[in-house]
């Protein structure tokens, strides 16, 4: 812990978190300083899509009423190791997370090509795109990042909007 935040102590490509000073004339608080959390690699969000269905997992989301949301199959956070993939990728992109908490985090968002014959982890489960429409219309259900990927699937959930 310093003056300017919090660092790893031996290891540079860790997440830290560092203070910036912030100021705005027109608030009632003119100047503070925010801490963000800065990472020294990208993360990735990866959903797989086969047939007509997702593969999607269940994971703890603190913050969220029940403590759980449905998300995409893959989720490695920016800073956390990002293994080599030889998956077929449909599309991808990168987005910003930065904000009120983030600086220089970006997560790589990937819709692949997925394999329905093969076994699934734990707490994942091969969902039709119908229900995951319908996910998708309730509150506190599906993740951040699920939702960013599902932009990517509206003609397949809405097969009419074509004709």
Not at 52 to 63: A, S, T
């Amino acid at each position: 812990v310093t003056e300017a935040g919090i660092e790893p102590r031996t290891n540079p490509n860790l997440v830290s978190a560092h203070l910036y000073h912030t100021s705005c004339g027109t608030r009632e608080v003119k100047a503070w300083y925010q801490p963000m959390i800065s990472a020294p690699s990208r993360g990735r969000v990866t959903l797989q899509v086969a047939g007509g269905h997702c593969l999607l997992q269940v994971r703890r989301e603190i913050g969220i009423e029940g403590g759980f949301v449905l998300t995409a199959s893959e989720i490695i956070n920016p800073g956390e190791h990002v293994p080599a993939s030889d998956e077929q990728v449909i599309t991808s992109f990168i987005q910003s997370d930065e904000g009120g908490r983030f600086n220089q985090h970006e997560t790589e968002y990937r819709l692949v090509e997925g394999d329905r014959s093969k076994p699934v982890a734990e707490g994942m489960k091969w969902v039709p795109m119908a229900e995951l429409k319908q996910s998708l219309a309730l509150s506190n259900v599906a993740s951040f990042q699920l939702r960013c990927m599902a932009s990517l699937l509206i003609p397949e959930m809405n097969p009419t909007l074509g004709t």
